[in-house]
């Protein structure tokens, strides 16, 4: 058990050595942008990072190669509980033991960040190579374009089911 606790912790202490690479550098007059999408990566287990590095290492890939899929991973994880613990969801005041995003930072940076994170996650998978595999772009767009994943097939869906209208007062 001990030896599985040991690589678990070594896997996350590189995945957390790498999403400093892959997160935004934010210009100063975003204000407290960058503390806050740090802040909200700060803590948790890494164990998406760590199934998506195990997952390579399974099929035989240089689990180096899937880094980026692995922050990637992360940063949509983080940036999930960021906008889950907003005031309008959840209202959670605490996240891994810490002051939730929106409580230490105010609830429109927490918001931000949580986007910023979604498009950094994105950026990672576009930076990234997968050797062989096709370039991640393509893999986006692929996966896009299908099973109903489009804008306008959901939205479609929506119109059908409520009226924007009948929610305006």
Do not use: N
């Not at 990566?41 to 099929?59: C, D, E, I």
């Not at 309008?88 to 033991?97: Q, V, Y």
């Not at 949580?114 to 190579?129: M, P, T, V, Y």
């Not at 370039?135 to 009226?163: C, D, F, I, M, N």
Request: net charge neutral; with cysteine; proline share 5%.
């Amino acid at each position: 058990m001990a030896l599985i606790k040991e690589a678990l912790s070594e896997e996350a202490r590189l995945i957390d050595a790498a999403l400093l690479d892959y997160l935004p550098r934010v210009a100063e007059h975003a204000g407290e942008l960058g503390a806050a999408m740090r802040h909200s990566l700060g803590g948790g287990k890494r164990l998406r990072g760590v199934m998506v590095r195990r997952s390579a290492s399974t099929f035989g890939l240089d689990p180096d190669v899937v880094m980026p899929a692995a922050c990637a991973f992360e940063m949509l994880h983080a940036a999930t509980l960021v906008h889950d613990d907003l005031p309008a969801i959840d209202d959670s005041d605490l996240r891994r033991g810490r002051a939730s995003c929106h409580v230490a930072f105010g609830e429109p940076t927490a918001l931000l960040a949580g986007d910023a994170l979604i498009i950094a996650a994105f950026e990672a998978l576009a930076r990234g190579s997968c050797g062989s595999l096709p370039s991640s772009p393509r893999l986006l767009a692929r996966g896009a374009s299908s099973g109903g994943s489009r804008p306008t097939s959901w939205l479609s869906g929506l119109s059908r089911t409520k009226s924007w209208s009948s929610t305006s007062t």
